[in-house]
């Protein structure tokens, strides 16, 4: 995160209910946290609502598992990167950046599409 800086960081499907998520974390490093605990989550409609939230040029950080990866979520879970640009962009997205430092994850960087 310290290489990217991104604005927002979103994790989705964290498994855990907001309290139980260790938002002091992610605040220690100066960001504010809004949790959204659900059974059910549509990605495409939340972060189409999240862009009202960035500042201007501001971008938003996927980080999750490659589907090459020994860990993460259960195979029928996992999506390529790929898929995650194409949800992206039907929330109105562009891929900005992608980092291949992480071993395990991919690392996709999105700003707003220009309208």
């Known amino acids: 995160m310290a290489q990217a800086e991104p604005d927002i960081v979103c ?11 260790p938002a002091e974390r992610f605040e220690e490093l100066g960001y504010s946290v809004a949790l959204h605990g659900q059974k059910g ?3 495409v ?9 960035l500042k201007p040029g501001g971008r ?11 860990a993460g979520a259960p195979r ?19 891929r900005a950046q992608a980092f291949d430092f992480l071993t395990r994850q991919n690392f996709l960087v999105f700003a707003p599409a220009p309208d």
């Open 76 to 94: 029928h879970m996992q999506i390529t990167a790929k898929q995650i640009e194409a949800e992206m962009a039907a929330a109105g997205y562009a």
């Open 45 to 53: 409609a939340y972060f189409a609502k999240l862009k009202a939230a």
């Open 60 to 70: 938003v950080a996927i980080i999750d598992f490659r589907l090459d990866a020994p």
């Open 11 to 21: 994790l989705q499907e964290i498994k855990s209910i907001n309290e139980g998520f």
């Open 41 to 43: 989550f549509n990605g």
